[in-house]
């Protein structure tokens, strides 16, 4: 854990979940023994992006809303360096959207923790697409007009090769699932439930750990899409958590592309001067 | 220096850039220098285009407003395009039943235009040919015309039909002799005279400024290239995707601009070099993530294709509208470079280039070009790719394990801003690529000190680089000749452009200085637009006599960033705002307004 601590003092507010992701991201690294020069953290902007500064470790830490696409693209680039990218309800379900949609289809191999506390913290409170359908909120008095997106539904619809869910109040049973996640071939999301003491006064530490349940220890099969889409939509009563859904026999965007078979090394490898003749010659 | 000009219009689909290609290709073998243009409509389908080849002994890199020889697919040509023909020209069609009205059949008359209609489908119906033979014919016809062997028209249909099995190309043959036999035919045969071939050009290539911009791309060694389809920067990434499985690049066509602009930065901060390129629509949308390279000092390449705007605009026509967009672009300040591409020859050379300012000064670079370029063909001699160097400027191992996280983004004045830059994954200490404001090793920085030292330090990288890039390139044109730079020789005539429009540019200061052999024209050209090189510009402009710019813009952008950089306003433009690329006969009429002895 040492190898990956910092010298920059947190500034969460006291009871934030970030505590205990930010715990769980450090031990699952150092369980799985990659060390901070092997890894490539990357962060959108909200109050989960104030970790950036507070691990070790290769980081990034972009614009709100586009994690993904910079976080695919070094992948891309190397393929050898785990990824792990982190956003919010507010830039994975409203701004950036887009990007999600399309790195599910894509598969690209990464992991993709969303902090999903159900409000933008960060700009103080006001709602996000997660945040409960008429619940009043910075910006919102009158209580939030909008339907709340079904998020699970909708990343299932999108038949996803890796889906979890966290609770920012269970550090062992995150780091199994972020375990998993990091060794996963494909996209891994990774849904963290946690508690935004502030401005979440809806889905609190307490409304969670009341409802949370472990689906492995429910006997529960990652491989049963239908059942883990059920229970991964239906939180009217429990919480599913723990690997929902799992995949491993579908390649990652990189094992698909036709132009790198059977090629040993990586774009990052390769940059050097190409001799164009030949092409040249085809064009006399 | 002898031309001719040739235009084949005709609805899109309907096989006018297949004739406009063999032609091309057929007549740069021969041994001539070819300038193609295409123009066409943002529409699949029927819309009225049209292919224009110029054809000189000399080199040309523009084309003619007005053409010796129009072939017409469809009455559409016979209706819009007969006043773009030059006294004396020729008309090819082959509407049979078409009859002129008479202000047209007078005009015609007027201009000693000759017409000819042409029996290309009672042709066709006598060999059994499929309509798409059509477009033999006819090449065939202007082949003949242009009274050049039909013995190298057969070898290229043979090695262009070989392929798709002995009938295909037997039928092909037999179109090109009865074309051969009909014009023998004709009592009174239009014949165009060429200008002696040269056999240089033969062995030239001949390619589009995407092409060209695609193997200096491949030649920078950029292994990751993202992009949205938008025209004009689509037949780039078309031209890379139909290359990867032999370059084993990474293409990817990404959900949007925004996450190929992503995608590349990513690529890029990892340490693979990565472009992404766009028209200006789609750079709107990259701005933001430019800004942000700006602030993690990230290196990346963004190719911008400029088509007019505002909005869509004219999606298939060409523009200069864009150079303030690259220059200002972006919330807040920082440091970029831009370049522009002007013809098949830089579109090469300027990536590596690219590459290497964005690697070494870690900022983005954007690379202007125009529908002009992007789809224009040219006949370009092989690249010199002796001379090459691909400049990274990464620490070796040992300066790696020197590193500290503090030193990625260290306020250091001795190295002119840039401080050392490392990639993630490598054994050494890490930091984070942090687009707050930050110290040293990306900790999210909000004191005042730091916010002025880290911008300081960021923006004095460009005075390094701008004390790096060359000044404008002079042309100084005489008696039909452009020669060396002599600073000894001011210009008594100083033209200033940058892009596309130096082709035409230089092609119409030859002819104008073959008429006025006691001309020295300057044509002072601005590859490098930012940050702008002024020293030069103020020399000349101060010894000429007069000095006019030249853009493809309403608002002579290029002169506006002049005046804010160095003062000096030009009061006399030629700016074009139509969509459509200068051409050497309007400039040449335009320009001559400026040297007349009655004016300045």
């Known amino acids: 854990m040492k190898s990956y601590s910092c010298g920059n003092t947190c500034t969460w507010c006291d009871g934030c979940g970030n505590y205990g992701i930010w715990a769980a991201i450090k031990r699952s690294l150092v369980e799985l023994g990659i060390p901070p020069h092997g890894v490539f953290l990357c962060y959108d902007v909200g109050c989960h992006g104030n970790m950036s500064d507070k691990l070790s470790g290769y980081r990034f830490h ?223 | ?127 059994k040919a499929p309509p798409i033979l059509g477009n033999t014919f006819l090449t065939a016809v202007v082949w003949s015309f242009l009274q050049q062997d039909c013995g190298v028209l057969e070898s290229l249909l043979r090695g262009r039909f070989g392929r798709k099995g002995e009938r295909v190309l037997q039928m092909n043959i037999d179109c090109l002799q009865k074309a051969c036999a009909y014009v023998a035919s004709l009592e009174k045969a239009p014949f165009v005279t060429l200008p002696a071939t040269n056999v240089r050009w033969s062995g030239h290539m001949l390619l589009t400024g995407s092409q060209a911009m695609g193997f200096g791309i491949i030649h920078a060694g950029c292994r990751v290239y993202a992009g949205y389809p938008m025209t004009p920067s689509s037949p780039l990434l078309s031209f890379l995707a139909d290359m990867q499985n032999r370059t084993r690049m990474v293409i990817k066509q990404a959900e949007d601009e925004i996450t190929a602009v992503q995608m590349a930065s990513g690529a890029m901060h990892m340490g693979a070099r990565a472009m992404t390129a766009t028209s200006g629509g789609g750079f709107d949308l990259m701005t933001e993530t430019l800004s942000m390279n700006g602030i993690i000092e990230n290196p990346i390449v963004i190719g911008l294709a400029m088509r007019p705007g505002p909005g869509t605009g004219l999606p298939t026509w060409t523009a200069q509208g864009d150079l303030l967009l690259a220059v200002h672009s972006g919330h807040g300040e920082f440091p970029r470079c831009v370049l522009s591409v002007s013809d098949a020859q830089d579109a090469f050379d300027l990536m590596p280039q690219a590459f290497n300012l964005a690697e070494q000064y870690q900022m983005p670079v954007i690379v202007l070009f125009d529908k002009h370029i992007a789809e224009a063909l040219y006949t370009q ?54 687009s707050d404001e930050h110290s040293g090793d990306g900790s999210s920085e909000e004191g005042a000190q730091n916010a002025s030292a880290q911008m300081d330090k960021r923006m004095h990288k460009l005075e390094a680089l701008a004390a790096q890039l060359p000044e404008p390139e002079l042309f100084t044109v005489h008696r039909g000749q452009i020669s060396e730079v002599r600073n000894a020789v001011h210009p008594e005539v100083l033209f200033l452009g940058w892009g596309s429009t130096k082709g035409a540019v230089l092609d119409a200061l030859l002819e104008l200085t073959s008429d006025n052999s006691s001309l020295i024209a300057g044509y002072l050209h601005y590859t490098y637009l930012w940050p702008l090189k002024t020293d030069r510009f103020s020399l000349l402009s101060q010894k000429a006599r007069q000095t006019i710019l030249i853009e ?42 400026f040297i007349s002895p009655t004016s300045g």
């Open chain 1, 62 to 284: 972009g614009l709100h809303g586009r994690v993904i696409p910079f976080a695919a693209g070094a992948k891309l680039a190397n393929p050898r360096i785990p990824i792990i990218a982190h956003g919010g309800d507010g830039a994975c379900f409203s701004e950036g959207v887009g990007h999600l949609v399309h790195a599910i289809r894509s598969n690209y191999t990464m992991v993709f923790i969303l902090h999903n506390n159900a409000n933008y913290g960060l700009t103080t409170g006001q709602a996000s697409a997660l945040t409960w359908q008429g619940q009043p909120m910075n910006s919102a008095p009158n209580g939030m007009p909008e339907a709340t997106l079904p998020s699970m539904d909708f990343v299932f619809s999108l038949q996803p090769t890796f889906v979890a869910r966290g609770f920012s109040g269970d550090i062992p049973q995150m780091v199994s699932i972020l375990k998993a996640a990091i060794q996963h071939r494909g996209f891994a999301f990774v849904d963290m439930l946690q508690a935004c003491p502030t401005y979440n006064t809806f889905a609190t530490h307490e409304w969670l750990l009341e409802r949370v349940y472990d689906v492995a220890a429910d006997g529960h099969d990652p491989s049963d899409f239908v059942r883990a889409r059920a229970i991964a939509v239906d939180t009217s009563e429990r919480i599913s958590t723990g690997i929902l859904y799992q995949n491993t026999a579908v390649p990652g965007f990189y094992e698909r592309l036709k132009s790198r078979e059977g090629i040993q090394t990586f774009p990052v490898e390769e940059v050097q001067k190409y001799d164009v003749r030949e092409y040249m010659q085809e064009l006399v």
């Open chain 2, 1 to 127: 220096m002898n031309r001719i000009s040739l235009k084949v219009t005709g609805a899109q689909g309907q096989g006018v850039n297949s004739v406009g290609e063999m032609l091309a290709r057929g007549l740069k073998d021969a041994g001539y220098c070819v300038f193609g243009y295409r123009e066409y409509m943002s529409l699949i389908k029927g819309g009225h285009s049209s292919y224009q080849l110029d054809i000189s002994d000399a080199h040309i890199g523009s084309s003619e407003q007005m053409v010796n020889i129009l072939v017409c697919f469809n009455h559409h040509g016979l209706e819009r395009n007969i006043r773009d023909v030059k006294q004396g020209g020729i008309v090819l069609h082959q509407t049979l039943d078409w009859e002129w009205n008479t202000e047209d059949a007078r005009w015609l008359q007027g201009h000693q235009v000759t017409v000819v209609s042409l029996p290309t489908e009672q042709v066709l119906h006598e060999l």
């Open chain 2, 381 to 434: 001699e092989f690249y010199d790719q002796e001379h090459t160097v691909i400049e990274r400027h990464l620490p070796d191992t040992a300066q790696l394990q020197e590193l500290q996280g503090a030193d990625r983004y260290a306020v250091s004045s001795a190295s002119g801003g840039v401080s050392p830059r490392w990639l993630p994954g490598t054994q050494a200490a890490t930091y984070c690529a942090q």
């Open chain 2, 552 to 593: 493809g813009n309403k608002q002579g952008q290029l002169g506006m960033l002049l005046r804010q950089q160095c003062g000096i306003d030009i009061p006399k433009k030629i700016l074009k705002y139509d969509g459509r690329p200068f051409c050497t006969d309007e400039l040449h009429e335009l320009l001559s307004q």
